[in-house]
């Protein structure tokens, strides 16, 4: 970690904040960060409250196979544990470790994400932007660069009441500049797109609600007695649902969930992306 000092560091934040409304403003903000923290990839994406996520940025120069557009913003991301944080309506900087699922890293999405992309560690910030968006801007390590150490989440942390503002300032500038899609509609969570499964081949009979709670959970990387906590129920009860529910679905196991079922469940109740209004993103005061 450097110190907060010197006319570099003066440079790199007065060079962020003048580009604040500019298609230059990600690669500013990422040099200002890189001058205290190093990391290896970066991502800026806004979660909706009733829609599928706006993606704003994203610097992945080493991404083997991984279509970030298509295998995250379709459907990954109601896994990721930062757009729970969002859910949850929790602001904060987090890391991954902290926040992640007790099997998070054992899951199919874990080990498929974090492999495509090297990744071994993530730094995230959850700020709102108002009426239900949160922005969130992640940084990943890969592995051989390290984890982020408690400093660095500190200094992201003393740092986050100066960018959450500037982060919402870009996402009502780039949203005020897309166009508006054919359709909107509020986007199906991942427990209603679960239970929307009608019967069909390799689906013998469509899942009651509280299976379809358990199987979002499992997919996301829950064990047993994590969901019973989650859930308020035992153990017993859990591996009840999980049976019952595995049996309808066809299924032996974790990875044949995330394998056989997601592909499934990108057209059980997905609408067209619509943009954010530029109103839900500003915050009172800040333009």
């Known amino acids: 970690m450097k110190e907060w000092a010197g006319r570099e560091f003066a440079e790199k934040l007065g060079s962020m904040i003048a580009t604040v409304r500019g298609s230059s403003f990600p690669v500013h903000l990422r040099e200002f960060i890189q001058s205290q923290i190093a990391f290896d990839n970066l991502v800026i994406v806004v ?14 120069p080493d991404r083997e196979g991984f279509r970030y ?4 913003l379709k459907l990954s991301y109601t896994l990721d544990p930062f757009f729970r944080k969002a859910q949850a309506k929790e602001e904060g900087v987090f890391l991954i470790g902290e926040i992640a699922p007790d099997r998070f890293f054992q899951s199919e999405y874990g080990k498929s994400y974090f492999s ?3 990744m071994l560690d993530e730094l995230g910030l959850v700020s709102a932007g108002g009426d239900g968006c949160y922005i969130n801007l992640s940084l990943g390590r890969q592995r051989g660069s390290g984890r982020f150490s408690r400093a660095e989440k500190r200094w992201l942390d003393d740092i986050s009441p100066a960018l959450a503002p500037l982060l919402r300032i870009y996402a009502e500038t780039r949203m005020a500049r897309m166009d508006p899609p054919a359709e909107s509609g509020a986007a199906a969570s991942l427990e209603e797109r679960l239970c929307r499964l009608k019967p069909q081949p390799g689906i013998t009979e469509a899942l009651t609600h509280r299976e379809a709670q358990v199987i979002a959970l499992v997919m996301g990387g829950h064990s047993n007695v994590s969901i019973a906590q989650c859930m308020g129920i035992s153990r017993l009860t859990v591996k009840v649902h999980r049976k019952h529910a595995y049996a309808k679905l066809q299924v032996s196991s974790q990875a044949d969930l995330f394998l056989k079922i997601m592909p499934m469940l990108e ?3 997905r609408p067209p992306q619509r943009p954010v209004s530029s109103s839900a993103l500003a915050a009172p005061g800040v333009l």
């Open 47 to 60: 979660f909706q409250e009733d829609a599928p996520p706006v993606d704003l940025y994203y610097w992945i």
């Open 69 to 72: 557009e298509e295998q995250y």
């Open 116 to 118: 495509c992309v090297r």
């Open 267 to 269: 057209g059980a109740g």
